[in-house]
């Protein structure tokens, strides 16, 4: 199995290359963003509960999304690969993502973070934000606490796979398909 992380702050464009990696590369897009937001819509008792931490800018407890992962991963029994994109996010989720994976007798593969400024990605967060309906994306100040949060909790992750050798950085600012470009290349060479 090829399992892939698409790691970032919040606005880098994991999203947006997850799309574009899935279809290439056939592997099974678990994006928790997605997925949380998809409880939302359907008013669910899990997504009322993600939507107060959202709306704040804040993580959805680790537990809720740990849980919606091993649903996912056990969906998937035949997938030849998983992109994560937005998980893990803390270093409680990646502890629980190792086990996981460990259960299927496998493992994480590479770990791609994109690299890009702040006001490119407050500035790419509120263009968002005009169309999507995003409540987290309209307001900077959400989008501000979205930042200080990734670098509290969210950077540790990276530590996590920096010891294990499988982290490495990507510039994520160009165009789409020029970072999509630079990525691809990392992939079909880890892919060897
Ligand atoms: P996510 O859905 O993961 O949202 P994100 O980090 O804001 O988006 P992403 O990084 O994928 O967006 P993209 O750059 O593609 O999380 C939302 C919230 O859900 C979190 O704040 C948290 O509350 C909760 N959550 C999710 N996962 C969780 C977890 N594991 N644990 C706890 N809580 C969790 O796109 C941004 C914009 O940039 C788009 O408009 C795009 O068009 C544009 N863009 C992309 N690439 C560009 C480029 N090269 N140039 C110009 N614009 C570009």
Redo the contacts with the bound molecule.
């Keep these: 199995m090829f399992n892939l992380i698409l790691f970032?702050p919040?606005?880098?464009?994991?999203?947006?290359q997850s799309d574009k990696l899935v279809d290439k590369y056939g592997l099974i897009h678990l994006?928790?963003?997605?997925l949380?937001r998809e409880e939302i819509s359907h008013k669910t008792p899990l997504g009322l509960e993600a939507k107060s931490?959202?709306d704040k800018?804040?993580?959805?407890p680790d537990e809720v999304?740990i849980g919606m992962i091993g649903t996912c991963l056990d969906n998937h029994k035949d997938a030849k690969g998983f992109l994560f994109?937005?998980?893990?996010?803390t270093v409680a989720?990646a502890q629980a993502l190792d086990k996981l994976l460990e259960l299927k007798k496998t493992g994480i593969s590479a770990v791609l973070a994109l690299d890009v400024g702040e006001d490119e990605l407050v500035k790419?967060?509120l263009?968002?934000g005009k169309t999507s309906g995003r409540s987290?994306d309209s307001d900077e100040d959400v989008i501000r606490k979205?930042f200080s949060v990734y670098k509290d909790e969210t950077t540790p992750v990276a530590d996590h796979y920096k010891k294990a050798k499988k982290f490495q950085s990507i510039k994520g600012e160009?165009?789409?398909d020029e970072?999509f470009d630079a990525v691809s290349k990392v992939i079909d060479k880890k892919m060897k």
Excluded: A, C, E, Y
């Design positions: 970032g919040p606005g880098s464009g994991k999203g947006t994006s928790t963003g997605n949380l931490f959202m800018g804040r993580l959805v999304v994109d937005g998980f893990p996010r989720q790419r967060l263009n968002r987290d979205r160009g165009t789409v970072i």
